[in-house]
């Protein structure tokens, strides 16, 4: 077993055979030469694998350089979620509207569930010229009293509309708290103060900003950057 698990460079395994073998005789020369071998196998695996991780660690930190050159964006891996830590000025990520602390959720409709984060940067880097990303991005807004078309409701200004499922940002009121924002017609509505609005009415969405005075949503928008 014990040459067996050094043949096969299972070195670890082979350790603790010819260690077994040695405390049952002690005198045994192949059970000695072959626990050396198998502690310079571990080493030289061990030295192997560690010249494999600082390789990878080079690679990611090139293509972090360039997705920052390229498109003014670094990103941040946050155990399944990858996160923008920053977004240079004047750059194309800026000009198209990404901000700090948005959440990355699909690149070209492909799914980044999974993906570790050499995959996410290979795919900003594509040679497409029109990269389309879905982003999250949390916000706490204030509610107040809004006068629209001779009628007054509280609420953040925004009008909302189901479609396929979907609770979508039909229309927003102008300087009104979704507007001061930042939010656009188009967006969608994933979540109000922590709860899933796939599960919830238009009716029930309006009665949550009407109880409140500041409410936490969580918007999804598509974002096309040109290169």
């Known amino acids: 077993l014990a040459e067996k698990s050094l043949q ?4 670890k395994k082979a350790d603790s055979f010819y260690n077994k073998a040695l405390m049952r005789k002690p005198e045994l020369k192949e059970a000695r030469s072959g626990l050396r071998k198998a502690e310079e196998g571990f080493k030289a695996n061990n030295n192997y694998l560690k010249q494999l ?41 800026d000009l198209a509207g990404l901000e700090k602390d948005d959440r990355i959720e699909q690149i070209n409709s492909k799914n980044l569930k999974g993906l570790e984060e050499k995959g996410i940067l290979n795919f900003l880097l594509s040679e497409n010229k029109n990269l389309t990303l879905y982003l999250l991005r949390d916000m706490i807004l204030n509610t107040e009293e809004i006068t629209y078309e001779s009628e007054n409701t509280k609420g953040i200004g925004a009008f909302l509309v189901k ?18 924002a930042g939010i656009k017609a188009k967006d969608t509505l994933v979540s109000i103060e922590g709860k899933k609005v796939n599960y919830l009415s238009l009716r029930e969405i309006a009665d949550i900003t009407k109880q409140k005075n500041r409410v936490a949503i969580e918007i999804g928008r598509k974002v096309k950057l040109k290169r």
């Open 8 to 11: 096969e460079k299972e070195f």
């Open 163 to 180: 479609d396929d499922g979907k609770i979508i940002i039909d229309e927003v009121i102008k300087k009104s708290p979704a507007d001061l």
């Open 53 to 93: 991780k600082r390789e990878k660690i080079k690679k990611i930190k090139s293509l972090r350089n360039k997705v920052r050159e390229e498109l003014g964006l670094v990103i941040r891996n946050d155990g399944a979620d990858f996160f923008i830590s920053e977004v240079a000025t004047q750059s194309i990520s």
